[in-house]
């Protein structure tokens, strides 16, 4: 995994030792409302660092200044088959949001993503109340191409039953890019 980096940020590798800094935001119910998983304690803290460590597709994004960890970006082609389309996620520590990071970070990793990796289109999807989220990839120039209607779920209710959400997804191609 390359080491990249903008005028304020790192955004490399994790390691088993940013749990804490993980752990600082994976705790907070309101950084994971619309994740695939719940709160994190400290000790799936630590397996999910280890965990990121050893996975190309997660960047640790933190501050040039002092190594901070204040957010992750996910990196990953989206399938191998599908015409080198790649998808991009985020999640940032709210202590750092209004200062435009999880912007810059994302949008060096679609430079990377289209002039180091060839991708021919990028993908993201986030919950539409997640209002932040899609401010971003809007902000980055990216295309809402559909409104997905109660098309996944991660968790259920006091029943048992799913509890569904819709989904945004957006788009934006090489050609798109940098114009």
């Known amino acids: 995994m390359r080491i990249l980096e903008t005028d304020r940020l790192v955004l490399r590798r994790f390691s ?32 999910e660092a280890l965990y990121r460590s050893k996975e190309e ?8 200044e ?24 985020y999640v940032f520590n709210p202590k750092y949001s209004k200062r435009g990071y999880a ?30 989220s899609w401010r971003v990839l809007e902000r980055l120039k990216m295309r809402r191409e559909g409104h997905l209607v109660k098309n996944i779920f991660f968790k259920y209710d006091e029943k048992g039953k799913p509890i569904w959400h819709d989904t945004y997804e957006y788009a934006i191609l090489k050609n798109e890019w940098n114009k």
Do not use: Q
Request: charged content about 30%; overall charge negative; aromatic content about 14%.
């Open 16 to 47: 088993p030792d940013d749990w804490k800094d993980l752990h600082e935001y994976l705790s907070n119910e309101l950084v994971v409302k619309y994740e695939p998983y719940g709160i994190y304690d400290e000790e799936s803290s630590k397996k």
């Open 57 to 64: 597709c997660f960047f640790a994004v933190c501050l040039k």
């Open 66 to 89: 002092n190594d901070k960890l204040i957010g992750n970006v996910y990196f990953n082609i989206k399938d191998p088959k599908e015409f080198l389309t790649w998808e991009i996620g």
């Open 103 to 132: 912007t810059e970070a994302c949008k060096r990793i679609l430079d990377y993503g289209f002039e180091e990796l060839n991708a021919c289109r990028i993908v993201a999807m986030c919950n539409p109340k997640n209002i932040n």
